[in-house]
């Protein structure tokens, strides 16, 4: 089976991949404009730099619920942490035409905030998310979860994107401090894999860690668990 004919399975819409929300459609055709169907690899280009910088990464939001990663509530929260905006990404580039599928990687995160290390009791983020765009015949990966003004606060150069060049983490920073690294690989996927991930959260955190998180979000209304924007970066 050529690379050509599974990409139809990239292109459906799903419960949570709701590309064919009106919101996302609305969106993915306002972002992409005449590239959309002329040439699909300037609008994923554009479509990624939109999530990157438009959607604010947050990693204290609700996780619990399949609905929390849908991409039409993602687009309307304006923020989300790497699952959701790669779901949005993806949705946004099946609401073009351009086959779209998420990967998903464990990753050790070498400058995380004290803050987030204390909360999340380990410096492995499971189920790290990503998209694959499917642009003149072969996969390309595109990064999207940290927005720019973000990445200047922990010395980190934002991951760019040109659609032909995979666009994943950084081994190092502008100050050759250690950033990223990819411990595990999970494949891709067509949907977010909801359940598998939050199996994956509660071997790796433990399941009365994340049990005490859904409980605070439940208590809160699904608020968010700390202010993310006002953590101190590592390095200053």
Same mark, same amino acid.
């Given at each position: 089976?050529?690379?050509?004919?599974t990409a139809y399975a990239y292109l459906a819409p799903t419960a949570i991949i709701d590309s064919d929300h009106p919101s996302v459609q609305a969106h993915a055709r306002a972002v992409a404009g005449a590239d959309g169907s002329r040439d699909p690899v300037a609008a994923a280009v554009r479509l990624y730099y939109d999530v990157r910088d438009g959607i604010w990464y947050d990693p204290y939001l609700p996780f619990y619920k399949s609905e929390h990663f849908?991409?039409?509530?993602v687009l309307a929260k304006g923020r989300a942490f790497c699952i959701g905006k790669a779901g949005l990404l993806c949705a946004l580039g099946r609401a073009i035409g351009i086959p779209s599928r998420l990967g998903f990687a464990d990753v050790r995160n070498h400058l995380t905030t004290p803050q987030f290390l204390e909360y999340l009791g380990s410096d492995v983020f499971v189920f /790290?998310?990503?998209?694959?765009?499917?642009?003149? @015949? #072969?996969?390309?990966?595109?990064?999207?979860? *940290? $927005?720019?003004?973000?990445?200047?606060? /922990?010395?980190?150069?934002?991951?760019?994107?040109? @659609? #032909?060049?995979?666009?994943?983490?950084?081994? *190092? $920073?502008e100050d050759r401090c250690q950033f990223m690294e990819y411990v595990a690989d999970h494949g891709?996927?067509?949907?977010?894999?909801?359940?598998?991930?939050?199996?994956?959260?509660?071997?790796t955190y433990?399941?009365?860690?994340?049990?005490?998180?859904?409980?605070?979000?439940?208590?809160?209304?699904?608020m968010p668990a700390r202010r993310f924007r006002t953590c101190a970066p590592i390095l200053s």
């Open positions: 089976m050529n690379i050509e004919s849908r991409a039409s509530t /790290h998310g990503y998209t694959e765009f499917l642009l003149d @015949g #072969r996969w390309v990966k595109a990064t999207p979860a *940290f $927005n720019a003004e973000l990445c200047r606060r /922990h010395r980190v150069a934002p991951l760019e994107f040109n @659609g #032909r060049d995979d666009s994943i983490f950084q081994s *190092f $920073n891709v996927f067509a949907d977010i894999p909801h359940e598998r991930i939050l199996t994956a959260m509660q071997a433990g399941e009365a860690r994340v049990r005490q998180w859904i409980d605070a979000f439940e208590q809160a209304g699904e």
